[in-house]
């Protein structure tokens, strides 16, 4: 059932750049395998990409841009799991 999560994770950002939330795009880097550096106020640091709250809870397209370059670099949709191991990215 976690599998089924994760999946419906990355396609939605996938699906919908314009529309991610923090939160997701904050879990779906987690589950990509980057650890989160720092936080502090609206900005979330993770090891490679960073995120921004603009309002309202999303982040800019462009970052979403990059998160999704990111998922199409290390998620095996076909396997739906990640293509290296667990590891913090660099």
């Not at 980057?34 to 982040?59: E, L, M, R, T």
Request: with cysteine.
């Amino acid at each position: 059932m976690a599998r089924v999560r994760r999946d419906k994770l990355l396609s939605g950002i996938c699906e919908s750049p314009k529309n991610v939330r923090l939160a997701d795009a904050c879990k779906a880097a987690e589950k990509l395998g980057f650890n989160g550096k720092a936080q502090s106020g609206s900005h979330h640091a993770f090891s490679k990409i960073n995120f921004q709250d603009v309002g309202g809870g999303k982040i800019p397209q462009y970052q979403a841009k990059q998160l999704i370059r990111m998922i199409e670099k290390y998620w095996d949709w076909d396997n739906n799991c990640l293509k290296a191991p667990e590891t913090e990215r660099e």
